[in-house]
């Protein structure tokens, strides 16, 4: 089946989109929900390093990330997040994409994130882009279980790229 390509603009979030993201995320099982609170923050605070993608003033997608205070080159991407109206046009990959080509963003080196084990979606997005950026991909636990979440939560594996040159990617 092929899928008509979706006219998506990808712009910098702002607070107003706080309610939005929050939706959306709540939507795009089996992402878990943070509080609008913290949906507020990603979208205002850490907008350099978030993007959210439109289809005719519709929120249909989400990144939010920020750089790690002690390593400031590396991106902890938190969330992507694609709407049922959006899947199946690579909006994730452009999303992440969109970030590290932004002005600003072009001395990020690195990207860490956390994927359970069974997120398939997730894993074949960030192999697609560490093949993208030629860079290594590599993964250890992070958050376990039994461990960190009392057997609540699946393991959280902290799955790293890099180091690469985001300008491959223009």
Same mark, same amino acid.
């Given at each position: ?52 993608? *439109?289809? *005719? ?96 939560? *699946?393991? *959280? ?14």
């Amino acid at each position: 089946m092929v899928v008509p390509e979706l006219n998506i603009k990808l712009r910098n979030p702002n607070a107003e989109d706080g309610h939005a993201v929050h939706a959306l995320v709540e939507r795009c099982k089996p992402l878990d929900p943070n509080s609008m609170y913290c949906n507020l923050l990603q979208s205002s605070h850490f907008a350099d390093t978030a993007v959210a993608a *439109e289809l *005719e003033d519709e929120l249909v997608g989400f990144v939010s990330g920020y750089r790690i205070p002690q390593r400031p080159k590396t991106l902890f991407v938190w969330q992507v997040a694609v709407g049922a109206n959006a899947r199946g046009q690579g909006l994730a990959g452009r999303m992440l994409r969109a970030i590290l080509t932004r002005p600003g963003n072009e001395d990020i080196q690195a990207i860490e994130t956390t994927i359970t084990p069974d997120n398939k979606a997730s894993w074949a997005l960030f192999e697609s882009l560490a093949r993208k950026l030629d860079c290594q991909i590599d993964s250890e636990v992070m958050f376990d279980k039994h461990k960190h979440f009392n057997g609540e939560h *699946e393991t *959280e594996m902290l799955v790293k790229l890099g180091p690469f040159d985001s300008r491959k990617l223009k």
